[in-house]
Every structure is written in structure tokens, then in C-alpha cells.
């Protein structure tokens, strides 16, 4: 009868296993960022599927992870008549893989526990103990590296350490809950969380508040979801806060109870102010940023699919080839009275409790948010309904696809530093996240699309590309009246090109896009994006599938308990990498620097992508060196001799500054870096570069 073996011994085998294989790969993959090891307890990790935009799978580690056998220690070879368990190792784990039978594994069980220490921690080396340490709970390479920085830099006092992680990080104990049928709803309140984006900052005159409202799904085998209650301070960039949190398997039956909490909060501060350190603040509730369906959630409003459904207009849709279509480019707008007194009763389901707020408008109040309008929504469908995977005529032919898939490849390494994603194949597509096509409508797309695609497709597209980079600015009003003509000639030509039955409700808001920009300002003043990286952020926080909200509130009362406001002040330029490789304009006195950066952007002179920018005058230039000397600093560079317009219909490119620019010079030249007007985005074509401003959009956004 085979020998049967204890848990006990199977979990020395493998935890010797992944010992070794991690010691035999240090030399050869000492770069690696992340650990090469299989984790050994599988039944601490889960995995699931990311929100966002940044990772597509996590690993998330259950909250208690009891110490075992498992820890490992290696001998530290002091006695010459020993062999060190990494030598040993290697012996053993080459024999555990030839290993034929049970006698032999038997064989080599009594040989692993013989290594000192891998059957508990019992040296005092610590070094061996953090390797142990570091195997048995998967710690990955960029954590260690910033752990063994810190340990190495520091004096420890070991009184000083609380033996347990809760004491360290000040976890609270309880978090409060209530019932929120068919959930659970936990709030923060809307005074704290301003009171958190404050924190460390200048408050401003008035505080005017943007709240986001959407369901985020944890799990793809369960109904498990939440649905944050976020908000931030308009025109105060980099801060999210969470006001409250539901969790269920289902949304919130009731809007109006959902949102109670918070609407109480926000009535009283906004009759009362927001009273900081004694002084009191206006405070305002000014937009509700949400997707069509979560806006219809909380408005007590038809769905975006119903024929009243617009919250703009008081349109009556049409049912056009199973699809629901908005033909009319001019109908009479919704009022905040008309809403409140329901004076088209079908576009509502009921009352909603945000109508208590006071001063807040039902419709101008709740903008058609550009990234689910535009990003998600138009530019999404044309990519993916219409020219991929639609039908023809409007469906490319596979040699378009080809040659969009190799320019697209082309401009990978020209993509600057201030994008956090590189552009992927028309493959793809339809796995492309929100930032992918924000960034082919404003930048690559009337690039890769130039020469492809016939002239009335490819007027169509300008002119949504066009109006969506006048409104990504604070354009003069000539502009702004011409972006405005622009949507409206891209909805009545996208009805003749693609058919009648394809106005859906994201085309026809493009029509009210231009009445949001006169309230909110431009674009991405009042975009999801932010609101976006928080979720994911949120998401990120969970370790295990139980109390979701638990968890988050814990980890992000952490965050608040250990934060430490840095009295620095943030320049408005920092120069960095110092060199003295030049060029330089003389032999010495130059203070040389590799980049410089500013508020909004970074230029480098050792990545192309990052090195084009436009000057005034409508100079161009290619930077070769950072200089400074007597207190100021210039930009050394070579200006394009030949600018010309990139297309000419329905405007002159160069009326937006985007260039085709060739015949760079052979001379160099200072520049003054108060002359710099922006950054360019600059795609490479044959000899020739395309040049497009850079808007004033960070993908990278700083969330709380």
C-alpha cells in the first residue's frame, strides 16, 4: 500500500520548491519587477476582473493568512561540515522533478526537513527571516525593493513597532452600516470628504461640487456590485473623495433612499456653508456626472432607450429597425421648471430626492458627459459598429484594416509621456478602453485615417474630431459658434452616410454638448475620467469577496489616518537629469539638464516623443538640450523650416496649430522657455512630421 504523506510534508515540499526556484533565478532575472513564484496557499488568492482602465486582473489576498509551516529558513552555512540549503536545494528540487515513486519522494521528504529552518523561522539572521518572509506571502519585487530601501535607511527601534497591522495603520474597528434594500449603505458624508480634498491645499472662494454616481461590478461569477457616491471640487484638479458606498447583488431598488443621506448633507451646506477652521465657505452642488443609465437611475427618468429619454430636449424618439433614433436637430430644451413640474409626463418614472437640493437645476445641472458621449459612446460605434465590424459599404476592406493596424503600429514609440496607454490594432478594438479612444478622436485618427477613407467619411469624422478639440479648450467665441455648426453638420451627415436608424441617443447629444461647455467649461472640466480612476482605484482595495465595504472604508481610512501633508510647494518648472554632454551654444557656463517639467507637461530631450514643441510666432521646434545659466533657462533646438496645413476642410488645420512640418534646421538656437505656447504630439510621415497641441488633459490623474 503507497506510504501516504502529511499536509504538513506537502507543504515543506512545495514551499522548498518555490524557495529554490526563486533562488536559481535571482542571477539570471535580477530585473524582473514581479515575482517569479506560483503561489503556494491557492486558496488565499482569488482573481478577478479589473474596472479600468489600467490592469485587466488582480490578485486579491485574503485579509487573515495564518503562519504555518510553511515559513521557510535557509542555514546560513557557518559550519564548514554542513552544505547550505541553497546548494541543497538545487540537489533536491532537480531530483523532486525526476522523482519516479513515493519511496523516493519519502526519500527526499527526510532530506527537506534535515535543512535548518524550513520548518519554522527560528534564526536570528534577519535577512534570511525577510527572504522567507518575502517567498511565503508572494511580496512582489517592487514592494521588496522599496521595503529593503526603508529598512536599509533606517534606525529601528523595535519598541517603536506594534506587533500588529491594524495598530500601525490605525484600521478602524467598526465601520457603520444601514439597510438600503436589496443592500447594505455605508456614508461618509459630504462634509468630510471636503474637508479630505482640502486637506494640505489653498480652499478656494466658493466651493462648487461635481458628484459622480455609477455601479461598479466586483465579480463576473455573482451579481456582487457597489455603487460609490464620489465627488470633487470643480476646477480643482487631482481629487476624487468618496461620500458613501452601497453594496449588493443587485443596484439599489430606490434611488431616492440610496441618495438620502447625501442629499440631506448637501441641503445643508448648501443653506448653511462649508464652515473651514471658523471660516464659511458658499458651497454649491453644481453637476451630476453619470452615464445615461445610472443619470436615469437617479433622475427617476425613462431609460436612454425609451422615446422620451433625453434630458435635454423634449424630442419624441422613433422605433427605426429595432433600434431607437432621434432624428430631429432642433426641438424645444427641457427648463429646470418643466422638469420639476413634469410637464412631459413621459420622460419620468417618479420624483427625484436631488430635486430637495436647493439651486440645483434638473437639466443644466446634469451634463451629457463627454466620456461616455463621445469616447465610449460615438467614436466607439464608428470604430467598432460601422467601420470594423459593420456592414457594407461603411465596413473597411481588409487592406484598410491592415494599413490602419501598421500606422497605428508606427506611431507606438511617438506616443509622449503624458499618455498612459499606447495605441493597439483595430484587432482589438473592441477592447479598448475609454482613454484609447479619447485619444484617436482627438489626436491619431484624422492622422491614420488620412488617404483611407473617402472624402465624405473623412469630413465627417474632421468635423467630430474638430469640435471635440475647440471644446477641449477655452476657445475664443468664433471658434466655439463654429464647433457648435460642426456637431450639428456631423449628426445630419452621419444620418445620410450610416442611416437614419443609427441616430441613437449618444449621436443625438452631441446636439446639447455645446450648452454643457457654456456651464462647466471645456471638456474635461466635467468629465468621468477622474471619477473613473477612482473606481478602479476603489476596486484595487479589495482583498477578499466579503464586506466589500468594509474593506474599503478600512483601507481608505488607513490612507486618511497615516497622511502626511508635505509643506513643499510645487513649482511651476522643475529641471531635471543633469548632463554635460551637450550641445551648447559656448564652451562653458551652462547649467545642462535632459528634462523639464512643467504643470501640464514634460519635455525630454532623449525621447522624441517627447521633444517637439510649439512656439509663438507658430515656430516649431525639436529640442536638443535643456540649458540654464544666470537664473533663466532656454530650450536649445532646431525650428522646421516648412509648416503647412495638415487638411483644409471644413477649416484650415493651422487655425487649430496642427501642422504638417518638414526641413528641420541645421542650426541650432535658444530659445526662451516663456515662449513656449505647448506641447506637441508628433507622428512621423516619411520625411515629415504631424503636429497636434497638447490639450489640457492628463490621463495620469492623481486620485485620493
Keep these: 500500500m503507497p506510504k501516504k504523506f502529511s499536509t504538513t510534508y506537502y507543504r515543506k515540499l512545495k514551499t522548498h520548491k518555490e524557495m529554490s526556484r526563486v533562488v536559481f533565478s535571482v542571477d539570471s532575472d535580477t530585473n524582473n519587477t514581479t515575482s517569479a513564484t506560483t503561489p503556494p496557499h491557492s486558496s488565499h488568492f482569488i ?71 524550513v520548518s519554522g523561522v527560528t534564526s536570528n539572521d534577519f535577512k534570511t527571516n525577510l527572504i522567507s518572509w518575502a517567498i511565503q506571502y508572494h511580496i512582489e519585487h517592487a514592494a521588496l525593493n522599496s521595503l529593503l530601501k526603508l529598512v536599509k535607511n533606517a534606525k529601528i527601534d523595535p519598541s517603536n513597532i506594534p506587533s500588529d497591522s491594524r495598530t500601525l495603520l490605525k484600521t478602524p474597528r467598526q465601520i457603520e452600516y444601514h439597510s438600503v434594500a436589496p443592500g447594505t ?23 462648487d461640487i461635481l458628484v459622480n454616481i455609477d455601479g461598479l461590478p466586483l465579480s463576473k461569477s455573482s451579481g456582487s456590485q457597489i ?12 481629487g476624487v473623495a468618496l461620500i458613501g458606498v452601497y453594496h449588493g447583488y443587485k443596484k439599489p431598488a430606490n434611488s431616492n433612499e440610496f441618495l438620502e443621506d447625501f442629499v440631506i448633507d448637501a441641503m445643508d451646506l448648501t443653506d448653511n456653508g462649508f464652515n473651514l477652521n471658523g471660516n464659511i465657505i458658499p458651497f454649491k452642488i453644481i453637476g451630476l456626472i453619470c452615464d445615461a443609465p445610472a443619470k436615469s437611475f437617479v433622475l427617476n427618468t425613462v431609460g436612454h432607450a425609451g422615446y422620451f429619454s433625453c434630458t435635454k430636449c423634449i424630442q419624441k424618439g422613433e422605433y427605426l429597425k429595432g433600434r431607437t433614433c432621434f432624428p430631429q436637430t432642433k426641438c424645444r430644451k427641457r427648463t429646470n421648471s418643466s422638469f ?41 460605434k464608428l470604430l467598432v459598429n460601422m467601420w470594423v465590424y459593420g456592414r457594407p459599404p461603411n465596413k473597411f476592406r481588409p487592406v484598410v484594416i491592415e494599413t490602419i493596424n501598421n500606422r497605428l503600429d508606427s506611431i507606438k514609440n511617438h506616443i509622449p509621456i503624458e499618455f498612459a496607454r499606447k495605441p493597439r490594432s483595430l484587432e482589438e478594438v473592441k477592447r479598448w478602453k475609454a482613454t484609447e479612444f479619447r485619444f484617436f478622436l482627438l489626436y491619431s485618427g484624422s492622422f491614420i485615417l488620412n488617404g483611407l477613407i473617402d472624402e465624405k467619411h473623412f469630413l465627417n469624422f474632421l468635423s467630430l474630431h474638430i469640435s471635440a478639440r475647440i471644446f477641449s479648450n477655452n476657445s475664443p467665441d468664433n471658434l466655439f459658434e463654429f464647433a457648435t455648426s460642426l456637431l450639428e453638420y456631423f449628426v445630419k451627415s452621419f444620418e445620410k452616410l450610416y442611416g437614419r436608424e443609427f441616430l441613437s441617443h449618444n449621436v443625438h447629444n452631441l446636439l446639447h454638448v455645446s450648452d454643457d461647455i457654456k456651464t462647466f467649461g471645456p471638456l474635461h472640466c466635467y468629465s468621468a475620467f477622474p471619477f473613473e480612476n477612482m473606481l ?43 548632463h554635460d554632454s551637450g550641445p ?13 517639467i512643467f504643470r501640464e507637461f514634460k519635455l525630454d530631450v532623449n525621447n522624441v516623443a517627447d521633444s517637439f514643441c510649439l512656439l509663438t510666432n507658430n515656430t516649431i521646434v525639436r529640442v536638443y538640450n535643456i540649458l540654464g545659466r544666470n537664473s533663466k533657462i532656454g530650450i536649445y533646438g532646431k525650428r522646421f523650416c516648412k509648416i503647412e496645413n495638415f487638411f483644409e ?27 513656449i505656447v505647448s506641447k506637441l504630439v508628433a507622428f512621423p510621415l516619411t520625411d515629415k512630421f504631424v503636429v497636434y497641441p497638447l490639450l489640457h488633459e492628463c490621463d495620469q490623474a492623481i486620485t485620493l
Design 47 to 117: 482573481t478577478t476582473s479589473d474596472h479600468d482602465s489600467n490592469t485587466e486582473h488582480m490578485e486579491i489576498e485574503m485579509e487573515s493568512v495564518t503562519s504555518s509551516n510553511a515559513e521557510m529558513h535557509v542555514d546560513t552555512g557557518e559550519s564548514h561540515n554542513h552544505v547550505t540549503a541553497s546548494d541543497n536545494s538545487e540537489n533536491i528540487v532537480g531530483r523532486i522533478h525526476q522523482a519516479k515513486d513515493v519511496d523516493e519522494l519519502t526519500t527526499m521528504n527526510n532530506e527537506i526537513t534535515n535543512i535548518e529552518g
Design 185 to 207: 449603505y455605508s456614508h461618509i458624508g459630504l462634509y468630510k470628504a471636503i474637508e479630505y480634498l482640502l486637506r494640505g491645499r489653498t480652499p478656494p472662494e466658493k466651493i
Design 227 to 238: 455603487w460609490p457616491i464620489l465627488c470633487s471640487i470643480h476646477n480643482m484638479p487631482f
Design 340 to 380: 420639476r413640474l413634469k410637464l412631459q409626463k413621459e420622460h419620468h418614472v417618479g420624483t427625484s430626492i436631488l430635486e430637495n437640493i436647493p439651486e440645483f437645476d434638473m437639466v443644466s445641472n446634469v451634463p451629457v458627459e463627454y466620456m461616455h458621449l463621445m469616447c465610449l459612446g460615438v467614436m466607439k
Design 536 to 578: 478602479g482605484s476603489l476596486k484595487k482595495l479589495l482583498r477578499k469577496h466579503e464586506k466589500p465595504i468594509s474593506q474599503i472604508l478600512k483601507r481608505m481610512k488607513e490612507i486618511e489616518n497615516n497622511y502626511c501633508p508635505s509643506n513643499s510647494v510645487c513649482p511651476d518648472l522643475l529641471c531635471q537629469v543633469p
Design 584 to 596: 551648447t551654444p559656448d564652451a562653458v557656463g551652462w547649467l545642462q539638464y535632459k528634462s523639464i
Design 649 to 675: 476642410s471644413p477649416c484650415n488645420s493651422s487655425d487649430l496649430d496642427i501642422y504638417v512640418v518638414s526641413n528641420l534646421d541645421n542650426d541650432l538656437s535658444l530659445y526662451n522657455i516663456e515662449n
